[in-house]
């Protein structure tokens, strides 16, 4: 009998747990997930720490020490921590507890706005969320996507909306900020708007989905003079573990779909979302009803996109 200690990054666990899922067994207190194999058990704690016990621990730990941020046991060599700074990534459980999360959608898409939601969920909330579907937009369809939309109001979860609209937008391009650096202003006011709606309701943390490394974000910030509230982490993929991440997606996209919606009434064109071959096509179908103008406020016109509508003119 032997057994190795070793620390993982959330992304990691999620990772065993999902190759170990045939294995699983009843998990203990604290632990986020059991599984027996031949060679060892295998116990995740909520910290990071993952216990291997058994036969032959070596075996199954041997299968993760290069993702391990430090290892201790029998027979092992202490892995260097890795270069990535740590500070910012959530522990496992803020994801049941008190927090913010937020979560931007529009960004990818030729036509529309920047729309970023943040929501704040309470600890006993989280379940009933969950068993209700909220979960990443992207894989939900967009009537789905409005429905849960009036769940979150009907449930009045606090919840904040910000709209980087198209001309705004331009401006901002042309000023020369970054997609990236509009991004992080966009969350930045999301989750102040949210915070002071709550009152300032105790909270665990504050999660966003990333989207740049967190020393960027907290550059662009700077930039503006704005500071990074307490106790913020940043995670990619975000929406798939947090619930408040999941909820902030589903209020930006029901947000971009509606602008959406209205843009395209306005223009008198069915606008189409994302920015393929068919976005080229309608972009020329409005330059020749329009004029090139017309753009300003309905695209995201340093998008290459603009160019390449040039050979359906
Ligand atoms: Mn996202």
Not at 6 to 30: D, N, V, W
Request: hydrophobic share 30%; aromatic share 8%; with cysteine.
């Amino acid at each position: 009998m032997g057994q190795i200690v070793a620390e993982f990054p959330l992304e990691t666990i999620h990772e065993m747990k999902s190759y170990y899922q045939h294995s699983l067994t009843s998990t203990p207190q604290g632990a986020i997930f059991r599984a027996k194999t031949q060679h060892a058990v295998i116990t995740s704690y909520r910290s990071g720490k993952v216990l291997f016990q058994g036969g032959s621990p070596q075996t199954e730990a041997n299968k993760w020490t290069d993702k391990s941020k430090s290892l201790t046991g029998s027979a092992t060599k202490p892995k260097a921590k890795s270069k990535k700074s740590t500070i910012y990534t959530p522990s496992p459980t803020l994801f049941t507890s008190n927090h913010i999360g937020s979560d931007e959608a529009g960004t990818g898409d030729y036509f529309g706005p920047i729309t970023v939601g943040a929501a704040y969920v309470e600890k006993e909330q989280i379940e009933l969320l969950k068993e209700m579907g909220i979960k990443d937009s992207k894989n939900l369809t967009d009537p789905t996507i409005k429905k849960l939309s009036k769940e979150i109001i009907r449930l009045k979860i606090p919840y904040s909306l910000v709209i980087l609209h198209n001309e705004k937008y331009n401006q901002l391009q042309k000023k020369g900020w970054s997609q990236g650096k509009m991004k992080a202003m966009l969350h930045h006011s999301a989750i102040n708007h949210l915070k002071r709606k709550t009152g300032d309701s105790p909270y665990d943390g504050i999660l966003i989905d990333q989207f740049c490394e967190p020393g960027v974000y907290l550059n662009y910030l700077k930039s503006e003079k704005r500071t990074l509230p307490e106790k913020t982490y940043f995670m990619t993929k975000a929406e798939s573990y947090s619930i408040a991440v999941a909820a902030g997606s589903i209020i930006a996209r029901t947000s971009f779909v509606n602008e959406m919606d209205k843009l395209s009434e306005k223009i008198g064109i069915e606008l189409p979302k994302g920015a393929s071959n068919k976005v080229d096509q309608t972009i020329a179908r409005i330059i020749r009803r329009k004029g090139e103008g017309a753009l300003q406020s309905c695209a995201k016109v340093h998008f290459a996109n603009t160019k390449k509508a040039n050979k359906y003119l």
